[in-house]
């Protein structure tokens, strides 16, 4: 189990260096501040520390720490993968079609009632706060153009 976390923490931090590597590639600052390699390199130079640390922590963790972990997860947390992958999917599968506003806001009602969450009226206020203020921040405030699907909202 020492071995899969020393893998992956070594693998964040080549990871992290390509990354930083790729950064350097575009402008860190423009006439009209932070420019597009900007947020790579700080990103990137963040996950490189964090990846060093957790290569250092865990080869110093003693092996008894590890021989009782399982590094598969649980069903009840494979589900949860599987809840929000599916919601994911079905957004990139019908936003085009549906519209932001309506993809997002059945996305941000279905998944966390599948997670567990148990009011439906907090979820449903949520939701609408959460799909049609976004889409009124991006789409007017910011101009972003955004889909607006077959019903026009």
Not at 39 to 62: D, Y
Not at 104 to 116: N, Q, S
Request: net charge positive; aromatic share 16%; hydrophobic share 60%.
């Amino acid at each position: 189990m020492k071995k899969a976390w020393l893998f992956s923490s070594i693998a964040f931090v080549v990871l992290a260096v390509f990354s930083l590597y790729m950064s350097f590639q575009y402008p860190y600052k423009d006439r009209l501040g932070p420019g597009p390699g900007f947020f790579p390199f700080w990103l990137s130079l963040i996950t490189g520390i964090l990846s060093v640390l957790l290569v250092i922590q865990t080869a110093r963790a003693k092996d008894e720490r590890f021989s009782s972990e399982s590094i598969r997860p649980k069903v009840e947390a494979l589900l949860r993968i599987v809840y929000i992958l599916a919601g994911l999917l079905a957004v990139l599968l019908f936003l085009n079609l549906l519209g932001f506003r309506i993809i997002l806001f059945l996305f941000l009602m279905v998944v966390p009632i599948a997670l567990g969450a148990r009011s439906w009226w907090i979820v449903t206020v949520l939701a609408a706060i959460g799909s049609f203020g976004v889409f009124h921040i991006f789409y007017y405030g910011l101009k972003l153009p955004l889909p607006m699907g077959i019903f026009g909202i």
